[in-house]
């Protein structure tokens, strides 16, 4: 357990090392800054587009640009540049080092084929896990700290739901859940295709052309189409909004995860099958 456990330190320690792995944390803080900037100063004009014509039917009081609405904009936004920022980063984390050589030092190691790619699948995770703390924080609490708490007005599938603010922490904790799982098969894509590539910046390209394609497909309504969205994964990835729709559908969430769950299963297996495969001794 302690050498796997150095392997893992081992792997995030050069994962952070990398100057490209803070690029993501700068794309999130910047993109956050910048939206809750142009909010701070253009958002009642903005929302004043979108609630006129409610106006006339509701009588709406209170605060309608509050944190959570931020929040939810701000999910929504960055929910296609998140998984292009994993893989930029976990997309070579075998590759490189099998193009460089340098995976060869890890082989002379008493431990496995088999614990160095978990450790690097963990250390990926990790990344993602941190990545997401960073959005969480930057969406939701530097949003509640500037324009306070409130009332979620969410426009989903089911139409416009409002969501109390003391029934939002719960629901906000599981959104992110979903995102982190979400990103997590991301990632364990990016690690099978650095499995079986050696170039390192083929599998990143590689990963990203299939989550545009996978997205591409989902936005039509073709009969075709229609018979493997369920399988996709990128399908998926947005099924946290549904946790703010009321009643909230417990049972699609639960089909979501499962697809995902099966995803990241079922890719890491590939992985692990394909680098014990793999011949990196010359």
């Not at 939701?140 to 700290?145: K, S």
């Amino acid at each position: 357990m302690s050498s796997f456990k150095n392997i893992y330190i081992n792997e995030w320690i050069k994962t952070m090392k990398r100057p490209r792995s803070y690029i993501g944390f700068a794309i999130i803080i910047f993109i956050c800054g910048m939206l809750q900037s142009a909010f701070y100063h253009d958002g009642k004009e903005i929302l004043s587009f979108v609630t006129q014509s409610l106006e006339n039917s509701f009588d709406i009081n209170g605060t309608i640009l509050n944190g959570n609405l931020i929040c939810f904009i701000l999910l929504q936004t960055l929910i296609v540049q998140l998984p292009l920022l994993v893989a930029f980063v976990t997309g070579d984390m075998v590759s490189g080092e099998t193009s460089s050589g340098t995976i060869r030092f890890l082989l002379t190691r008493p431990a496995s084929r088999t614990k160095i790619i978990i450790a690097k699948w963990l250390a990926g995770l990790t990344y993602t896990f941190f990545l997401l703390i960073v959005l969480g924080v930057m969406a939701l609490f530097v949003a509640r700290g500037v324009f306070g708490n409130g009332d979620l007005m969410a426009l989903n599938s089911e139409g416009l739901t409002i969501v109390p603010a003391d029934d939002l922490g719960w629901r906000w904790f599981y959104a992110l859940c979903i995102a982190f799982l979400s990103l997590s098969v991301v990632a364990t894509l990016s690690l099978f295709f650095s499995c079986i590539l050696d170039n390192s910046i083929t599998p990143i390209v590689t990963v990203m052309a299939i989550i545009i394609i996978f997205t591409i497909i989902g936005m039509f309504d073709i009969p075709s189409f229609d018979v493997i969205k369920p399988f996709l994964f990128t399908t998926h990835m947005i099924s946290w909004k549904s946790l703010f729709e009321d009643p909230i559908p417990f049972a699609d969430i639960r089909f979501s995860c499962i697809v995902l769950g099966v995803h990241l299963v079922v890719l890491l297996g590939l992985s692990l099958y394909f680098f014990n495969k793999k011949d990196i001794s010359s």
